[in-house]
């Protein structure tokens, strides 16, 4: 017992780390909560999209000498307009349109990547920097995420019956194109607060992961909203505690800790639904 406690203590000791923690923590509630809405919304894929489009704007933020946060926000955005647009312009499927325009938009990050002079490494974008956050960075997350928790807090009942019935939210007379593009713009903001975190290519694992687990052991949207913030935290905590003791990328600790809770949700899940079968047989 006292050498687990020394485990999940010893990081404490360092002042980095308790600032990735802090990170982890603020990051992993707001990836949660919006991970619940594009779960059900299936918008898993825009998702992927927005998190992986938005490094030519990074790249080009750099360039242009603009706050890094600027560029990525206003590349994803680009990215989720650009596909509404030709989504209902075309007979092209949505996430067919999605794939084209995510990785056409991550193919122009790259290369831009690899080919200008900059004065900063760009590689932390790619894959996170949490260890090494800076104070700047650190107050970008905070006020990112706590203007998407504010948002989502006001407006959540308006957004789940817009998800869950998008003719009748229109009946009801809410704003519907209002809230599908204030969605959007919720998902770019958070891809950049998460991309302090686990960076451009995981950040997909944290918008989607803690919802999908609550989905397997939810059924009312309250207890999963609850459920996918714990399950986002614990893997963040304990991602950055194992980083730390086995010298690791935290960014990937984080997401395969997120993965082993999703298995063990599967497991529970397939078990009680084995469970119940019996029962009902008896």
Not at 2 to 20: E, R
């Amino acid at each position: 017992m006292d050498s687990l406690l020394a485990i999940l203590v010893t990081p404490l000791k360092y002042g980095f780390m308790q600032q990735a923690l802090l990170v982890a923590v603020v990051v992993g509630v707001v990836c949660a909560l919006l991970s619940c809405f594009l779960v059900l919304r299936g918008w898993s894929l825009m998702g992927d999209a927005i998190s992986h489009a938005i490094l030519p704007g990074v790249v080009l933020a750099s360039v242009v000498g603009l706050p890094l946060s600027v560029g990525a926000f206003f590349s994803g955005l680009l990215c989720a307009l650009t596909t509404g647009y030709i989504h209902s312009n075309s007979r092209v499927r949505e996430d067919t349109v999605l794939g084209i325009i995510f990785a056409g938009m991550f193919a122009l990050g790259i290369l831009m990547f690899t080919s200008m002079d900059t004065e900063q490494h760009l590689s932390h974008i790619l894959f996170g920097n949490i260890l090494g956050i800076e104070r700047d960075d650190l107050w970008q997350v905070l006020i990112i995420s706590g203007f998407v928790i504010t948002v989502m807090a006001l407006k959540w009942r308006d957004l789940l019956l817009f998800i869950f019935d998008p003719s009748h939210a229109r009946i009801a007379g809410l704003p519907t194109r209002w809230l599908h593009y204030g969605l959007l713009v919720l998902l770019a903001l958070t891809s950049v607060a998460a991309i302090q975190a686990v960076g451009v290519v995981l950040v997909v694992a944290m918008l989607i992961a803690p919802g999908i687990t609550a989905q397997l052991v939810c059924r009312r949207f309250g207890w999963m909203l609850v459920v996918a913030c714990a399950v986002s935290v614990c893997a963040g905590v304990l991602g950055v505690i194992l980083s730390f003791h086995f010298d690791a990328s935290t960014s990937a600790c984080i997401v395969l800790t997120q993965a082993a809770l999703f298995v063990l949700a599967l497991i529970w899940q397939r078990l009680s639904v084995i469970y119940r079968f019996r029962q009902t047989a008896i």
